[in-house]
């Protein structure tokens, strides 16, 4: 394609031609800054704005800003200068991921972490090498097409787009805070999940609220503009009203048979692997545990799930006599066949494991299943082949389990598990082997991150991946937010931040039908 009859150069008296001088700005240029120092500023602001639109805020007004402003701005350089577009988007994407993401160098402020010198490095660190997507998309929407054009700014949406996707899946993927999450609070703008996913979202957000940019500073004939500015607001109106048919028409249906406990024992990180701490810990688990139940399961396939978070019981623990009879001793008040899913920290002749397991009442053990998608330099250390260092958890790192798998135990649903940080993958949390999952069951530890928006950003992961897959999710972790969502996304039941205790609920029935994306997951 010829993109030059499509994207007209810009000729010298016009606004993006140069960044020298100019007279005094009229009009919408008064909010924008005409020195390239005082643009590139406003670009980290921009950036750093757009992140409210994340958790656990969701305000997501402030994208609409950042998006037109992030546009205007990387257009208002002349054309030659393209390497400026580079920096613009580079910039902007250090606003808004250094601001969203933040709370991640929490895990080096640990007490007793000798690592807390890397913080200045781990709050920027991920951020630079994040904003190298928005920073290519820009620069390359200046190269392929010039101008303010109705062209131009497609290409922009479409190549940030792909910058998203690109993010999500290249050097293990880090879909987080994809913009499309910022309607998270806004149930019914969520269902579209079911039919596109979380890109398919995104990209549809990325359009909207660029498109007051393109309405205020395009150059296009003012029809153009204005059929954009319709079409944006048709659109988000259309999900709305698609989003609010599709929940109305189908409540939260509930199987009485099983019953999910969660279990939030809520023990600081600084204390969860001390040895000192060890045994108090686990007594912190079992009086959770014995926490009275307020639901029964019914019925000739009845069974109680408990639920308990990542690297809640170890190898020291399944192997320690006492240890068990005392967890066997907490289950004992427990009217119908109980089952343990624990998240649990093993070692073997393969190496360690972050792994779930399932234990029935005897805590006999069922079924095993280990983490497959690790932390880079978290559980793992990317290229340990040429770098001679294991990860910063002072161990040699995880051995990485085969991948998503649905498992079969007793009369228990079929299940989907998912350990920590696995869930925010689209498309590759559930498996047809050896038949279709009815649920997932997903344990994490947040404890790192205390009061943070991390916990926030992690759990609504669940509602993503719920109404993409149909399928209710079960959240547990160590210290919140522990959840139950139906295949629609509600949470019908909850645990908040930073308390212990356990609440039980009737597991959700899966949506009647698979969704269209689950069907067709990623292209």
């Given at each position: ?326 967890l066997k001793g907490a289950m004992l008040h427990y009217r119908e066949p109980s089952y343990i899913l624990a998240g649990a920290l093993l ?177």
């Open positions: 394609m010829n993109f030059k009859k499509l994207c007209p150069p810009v000729h010298a008296d016009s606004e993006t031609a140069s960044d020298a001088a100019s007279p005094a700005p009229r009009g919408w240029d008064r909010f924008f800054p005409q020195s390239t120092l005082g643009r590139m500023f406003n670009l980290v602001l921009l950036g750093a704005l757009g992140g409210l639109g994340m958790g656990p805020f969701y305000i997501w007004p402030a994208l609409v800003i950042a998006l037109s402003g992030f546009w205007i701005i990387t257009t208002s350089f002349a054309d030659d200068h393209r390497w400026k577009s580079f920096l613009c988007g580079w910039l902007f994407g250090m606003g808004f991921f250094t601001y969203s993401l933040y709370w991640i160098g929490n895990a080096l402020l640990i007490n007793g972490n000798p690592y807390k010198w890397a913080y200045p490095f781990a709050l920027v660190g991920l951020p630079i090498f994040l904003s190298l997507y928005t920073g290519l998309a820009a620069y390359l929407s200046r190269r392929i097409c010039k101008g303010r054009g109705a062209v131009s700014f497609c290409i922009f949406i479409a190549l940030l787009m792909v910058a998203e996707y690109a993010r999500g899946h290249l050097f293990s993927g880090f879909p987080w805070n994809l913009f499309g999450m910022s309607w998270t609070a806004i149930l019914p703008m969520l269902q579209i999940l079911s039919i596109g996913g979380i890109y398919f979202l995104s990209f549809l957000t990325v359009f909207m609220f660029a498109m007051p940019g393109f309405m205020i500073k395009g150059h296009a004939p003012p029809l153009v503009r204005i059929l954009g500015g319709v079409a944006a607001l048709a659109i988000g109106i259309g999900l709305y009203i698609f989003g609010t048919e599709r929940l109305a028409h189908h409540p939260t249906e509930l199987r009485q048979d099983t019953v999910v406990q969660l279990i939030q024992p809520n023990i600081a990180q600084s204390m969860k692997w001390d040895p000192e701490q060890k045994w108090e810990n686990y007594r912190a688990l079992l009086n959770v545990i014995r926490n009275d139940q307020t639901l029964t399961a019914t019925g000739p396939h009845a069974a109680r799930l408990l639920i308990l978070p990542e690297t809640s019981v170890t190898s020291n623990e399944l192997s320690e006599p006492a240890a068990l009879e005392a070692g073997d002749r393969e190496g360690y494991h972050n792994s779930l397991v399932v234990m029935d009442h005897d805590l006999r053990l069922k079924y095993k299943f280990d983490k497959f998608h690790l932390v880079p330099f978290g559980e793992y250390m990317p290229m340990q082949k040429y770098i001679p260092f294991g990860p910063l958890n002072n161990f040699s790192g995880f051995t990485a389990g085969p991948g998503p798998q649905t498992a079969m135990v007793d009369d228990i649903p079929p299940f989907s598990p998912l350990v920590c940080y696995e869930v925010i993958f689209p498309g590759e949390v559930t498996s047809t082997n050896p038949k279709r999952a009815e649920w997932i069951v997903n344990v994490s530890n947040d404890a790192w991150y205390g009061i943070s928006p991390g916990p926030f950003q992690h759990m609504s992961h669940a509602i993503y991946r719920a109404i993409e897959t149909g399928l209710p999710v079960v959240r547990g972790t160590n210290t919140g937010l522990s959840v139950v969502v139906d295949p629609y996304g509600r949470v019908i039941s909850s645990l908040p931040l930073m308390v212990a205790g356990s609440v039980d609920s009737f597991l959700p029935r899966p949506a009647a039908k698979p969704t269209l994306y689950s069907r067709f997951e990623e292209f």
